[in-house]
């Protein structure tokens, strides 16, 4: 393998690590607020338990954010740096905005949000737990500008190859970003709602009765049946978005070869894009025409219009992209089984009495945001190949002259240190929810609790 | 003074090198402590976490604005540095990976795999340490692979692992009592000798292996100007080493002269360095005013810096003002 493909792995492979973590702590720390705020009015044992059990959680994931995306940060200059050197003009500022708004923010207040509940009165503990909450958004908006800005550039002129900004209105209010962001932060908020409802089922189905237990299964159930059907909106939204302005890639998402109106919606295909065909087709008829232009005959476009004169292909790899797209809707729709059969079932019968299988089931999506998520980024990323920036850079030409036996050698060590710490991570969310349960405090750090934790009079 | 391109890449550069000092100083001591772990009970090892349990995190983050400053400020330098060393930084960033996750995982995985951790704490500190004092050599010697080059680069690493292990004994001094001070305070007094040897190594090698460096320090008059950078230092160390036999003392006064010395002697070679280098930015090959951004993109950066960056060091005053004082167990409520 050469470096080029190489550094493309070792880049996916780190982002993918990254963006698990964002993923939790955007709407992880809007939800800690929640919880915060609901102790501080009602002075009730079960919210302050549910803040201190996923405030460990929030910890956790933090750091993993961190560490993976100092790595992200150097990864510019080590593999890519073309990109910099092109649209760094651009890039250079957003990422700065980031750091300087956000990451600063988010770290410096972390600490009094951990540790400071008994050193700061309650009005700054649940101030500093809502400007680690506001820093988490702002850096998501931050990197989304940027990366809806290479998926929708303008605001630009380009002199001697290298981009130079002109309206940073314009940069920062790209055509894709207000959908881009929308989808993240939903997304975000329903791995989160996952999560919080999956575990809570596990610790009720090892015999935890606790009244924090059924709090946190209707809260994350109820959260997740009100995020899905807005997601499924905006991801709709989204996909009019790209239609316009990357069609190509929806091309590559219906797996559509040849433009044309009544094209059909694609359930299951094999594409073959040497031979420029799909195999085992299962499709309703006039379904993508329906859903990308509301008309049954609606012209969509087809993959056979982006390719050059010597047959070299102008669009992205097919099979990736539209196989994501489905794992992210098949998950978006399990998704929306499952919130809204929970939401009926604690309607008619409360959080307290949710059958077995029901609970079995829930645990078993606690992580299907990161699967949807992951997919969805991939669906994005990889269809807007073979452009680094679209229309402006192509990633090969951002690669750095690196030798391929030293980005193999750091893939494999980093592959290596990720996957050791995907199951640790996992392992001690279980863990800790398993001490939960057992009615003992998830950590041993705890000292003997002397100061009460300040409950606002009212 | 206009915003143009003769002024901008040195504002910009006295942004990025007061983000690296204020780095070295302040991930040097969590790193150090990180870097003691050996020599600590686990108990110990508690209490050293708890002290800088709240900083860590904020302290990392001012490695990523002068990280992100190089990027964004000098995109072309960022390329040819990071490319130029990239095994030591994907080493760095395993051991800050290692490092970071370590700190959450060792307090709350089963307490059968905390030891395990504590491993990781410690390898973490000494991949970042070690990595860090190498780029250092490596960039002294003008970025190029040759035995030599790289038998010096080790030379640095092992220097900067000490310094950090000292300042961060200094730190745990400041910041405990009783036994674990007692303790601290022999780390620092066994790390001053290690100190001392890597500091004047580095010092005495540099400009003799650089025929610049050599110019730059040693021709007349900067000689005489100069001379009060290593006459400070030696002073601070001699100081540092007398504070050291009294330390600790009743009532705890002056705990905190060897994280004030250690940190000062971190400002002086900062300076130096700094003087070594100015202008280029890839020693030899590229000034900060070639390797710059565009004007446009380095003001909307400037705007935005001017204000926030007072904001960062006040909110950060704050934290270090919340946690003053000896750490106490940490605890989330």
């Known amino acids: 393998m050469d470096a080029f493909l190489l550094s493309r792995i070792q880049f996916a492979a780190n982002i ?62 080590t593999n890519w740096p073309g990109f910099m050197e092109a649209v760094g003009n ?70 001697d190859g290298v981009v130079h900004a002109t309206d940073w209105f314009a940069i920062i209010f790209n055509p894709s970003l207000p959908y881009r962001l929308s989808h993240m932060l939903l997304a975000s908020g329903l791995t989160v709602a996952f999560l919080i409802a999956g575990i809570a089922a596990f610790r009720r189905l090892i015999g935890d009765r ?83 232009k509301h008309s049954a005959d609606g012209v969509v476009p087809g993959l056979n219009d982006f390719v050059a004169e010597d047959g070299t292909p102008l669009h992205p790899p097919v099979a990736p992209v539209f196989w994501s797209f489905r794992v992210m809707v098949g998950t978006g729709m399990a998704m929306l089984a499952l919130s809204w059969l929970g939401a009926g079932l604690i309607w008619r019968r409360g959080a307290d009495a949710l059958p077995r299988p029901f609970l079995m089931a829930t645990t078993a999506m606690a992580f299907s945001g990161w699967v949807a998520t992951l997919a969805g980024w991939y669906v994005t990323e990889i269809g807007r190949q073979p452009w680094l920036v679209t229309g402006v850079l192509t990633t090969e030409a951002a690669v750095g002259d690196v030798a391929a036996p030293m980005v193999m050698g750091t893939l494999m060590a980093y592959l290596a240190v990720y996957l050791f710490l995907m199951i640790a991570y996992i392992g001690v969310i279980f863990y800790l929810a398993r001490r939960a349960a057992e009615g003992k405090s998830p950590t041993r750090e705890d000292p003997r609790r002397d100061t009460p934790i300040a409950v606002p009079a009212e | 003074m206009t915003l143009d391109a003769t002024t901008l890449p040195v504002i910009f550069a006295a942004l990025m090198g007061l983000s690296i000092l204020l780095y070295v100083i302040l991930d040097g001591f969590d790193l150090g402590v990180g870097l003691l772990f050996p020599f600590a009970t686990p108990e110990e090892r508690d209490r050293m976490i708890a002290s800088i349990g709240p900083f860590w995190d904020a302290n990392e983050t001012w490695l990523v604005l002068a990280i992100g400053i190089l990027l964004v400020a000098f995109p072309a330098a960022h390329g040819a540095i990071l490319t130029a060393l990239y095994l030591p930084v994907a080493v760095m960033l395993i051991g800050l990976i290692l490092r970071g996750v370590a700190f959450e995982f060792r307090a709350k995985a089963p307490l059968a795999h905390k030891r395990s951790w504590d491993a990781a704490f410690f390898a973490g500190s000494l991949m970042t340490s070690a990595a860090q004092g190498f780029m250092l050599g490596m960039y002294v010697m003008g970025l190029e692979w040759t035995l030599f080059h790289a038998a010096f680069g080790l030379l640095t690493a092992g220097a900067l692992t000490v310094a950090y292990s000292f300042i961060g004994a200094a730190w745990v001094i400041y910041k405990t009592d009783s036994a674990l001070q007692i303790k601290a305070v022999s780390w620092a007094r066994g790390g001053i000798w290690g100190m001392t040897l890597g500091l004047g190594a580095v010092s005495l090698a540099t400009p003799f292996v650089s025929q610049r460096l050599f110019e730059r320090w040693f021709s007349f008059p900067e000689v005489m100007l100069l001379a009060p950078l290593p006459l400070l230092s030696v002073a601070i160390l001699v100081l540092l080493w007398k504070s050291l036999r009294h330390l600790p003392t009743k009532g705890d006064h002056f705990a905190w002269f060897p994280l004030a010395g250690a940190t000062a002697l971190m400002v002086l070679g900062f300076f130096g360095m700094a003087y070594s280098f100015y202008p280029f930015i890839v020693p030899e090959q590229l000034t900060i005013y070639e390797a710059a951004s565009s004007p446009e993109s380095l003001t909307i950066i400037l705007i935005g810096t001017l204000f926030v960056l ?13 946690f003053r004082g000896k750490a106490t167990n940490l605890s989330y409520d």
């Open chain 2, 310 to 322: 007072p904001m960062i060091l006040g909110y950060t005053i704050l934290s270090y003002t919340v």
């Open chain 1, 90 to 159: 651009v890039a250079g500022p957003l990422l700065a905005y980031e750091i300087m708004t956000a990451f600063f923010l988010e770290a410096v207040f972390l600490g009094i949000m951990l540790f400071g509940a008994r050193k700061v009165p309650a009005w700054l503990h649940i101030l500093a737990t809502f400007l680690v909450a506001f820093g988490t958004t702002m850096s998501a908006f931050w990197i989304l500008v940027l990366n809806s800005w290479m998926h929708t550039p303008q605001g630009y002129e380009l002199r």
């Open chain 1, 16 to 77: 993918s690590f990254h963006i698990l973590f964002p993923t939790i702590t955007i709407a992880l720390g809007w939800v800690l607020l929640f919880f915060r705020y609901r102790f501080a009015r009602t002075g009730l044992q079960k919210w302050i338990d549910a803040y201190m059990f996923w405030v460990k959680v929030f910890a956790l994931s933090f750091a993993l954010g961190v560490v993976s995306g100092i790595t992200m940060s150097f990864q510019f200059g």
């Open chain 1, 210 to 292: 606790g009244e924090a237990v059924s709090t946190q299964l209707r809260f994350g159930l109820i959260l997740g049946a009100v995020l899905i059907p807005l997601q499924i909106l905006m991801g709709d939204l989204h996909g009019l978005n790209t239609l316009e302005h990357q069609p190509a890639k929806v091309a590559a998402m219906e797996g559509n070869w040849e433009t044309g109106p009544n094209v059909p919606l694609l359930l299951f295909a094999i594409p073959d894009e040497a031979a420029r065909m799909n195999h085992a087709e299962i499709a309703i008829p006039n379904g993508a025409s329906l859903i990308l």
